[in-house]
């Protein structure tokens, strides 16, 4: 936990630091800072996460059915790759609506109030509580079924309100 805590922290200032010598960069009327903006714009949305939701839960799945040594592999190759990749998507967010706010955009930081950043928390909070649901034979049978579920919403439901 604290070390996603402190990679969070760590790239939520790379990236707000990173928007700020951005708009520093525009607001003096080089176009090489509105580029920098577009760049840092487009890393990451909300609409990012369902696919890496969708391979997070399936991964999870797999762990809830393989043996343990495979269940591992699985965990150490793709698992914690996936909630890392989430983890940082997440952290650029914040810290590029952290430099907007900080330059005048005040509503820059309703754009977090999106539900769809429910899935980072969604991620990051089973991958915290996994060895506590695969020691458990009733907890692993129960969340196989919410794995297998969460996979298939997040790949073949479109989340549009």
Known sequence: ???????????AVFS???????????????????????RLDDIANASTFLPL??????????????????ASLVLLNAADIVV???VVLFASIVGS????????QSSALWALWNW???FVAAVVGCHLVMNELRRN??????????????TLACLFWSFTV
Request: overall charge positive; charged content about 10%.
């Open 84 to 86: 890392w990749a989430v």
């Open 1 to 11: 936990m604290s070390k996603i805590v402190t990679s969070f922290a760590l790239v």
């Open 137 to 150: 034979v009733l907890l692993r049978s129960l969340f196989l079924v919410i794995f297998a579920v969460a």
């Open 53 to 70: 939701a969708a391979l997070y839960f399936f991964s999870a799945m797999m762990m809830m059915v393989l043996p343990l040594r495979a």
């Open 16 to 38: 707000a630091v990173l928007m700020a010598l951005s708009f520093a960069v525009a607001q003096h009327g080089y176009p090489f800072g509105a580029v920098g903006v577009k």
């Open 97 to 104: 609506l952290a430099a907007r706010w900080a330059f005048g």
């Open 116 to 118: 769809r950043f429910l």
